[in-house]
């Protein structure tokens, strides 16, 4: 069975969901920076939390305790 696709215009309602998309990608493609400068800050915490941990190490190696 053959079904024919008429080029009818799009409805309203895929037309409505396809604006939501585009305003939506552009939403997230404006807070990019934001995220990479989030994503920067934590990778950088997590960097020093463990230099502070190898550090707290080597005093324990040592026969020292931090306080």
């Given at each position: 069975?053959?079904f024919?696709?008429r ?31 989030v994503?920067?800050a ?10 502070a941990e190898?550090?707290?190490?080597i005093?324990?190696s ?6």
């Open positions: 069975m053959w024919r696709w080029g009818k215009e799009k409805d309203g309602e895929s037309a409505e969901a396809l604006r939501d998309a585009r305003m939506n990608l552009r939403k997230v493609e404006r807070r990019g920076k934001e995220v990479t400068q994503a920067k934590l990778r950088d915490l997590r960097e020093r939390n463990h230099f190898q550090v707290e190490e005093f324990i040592r026969g020292r305790r931090m306080t």
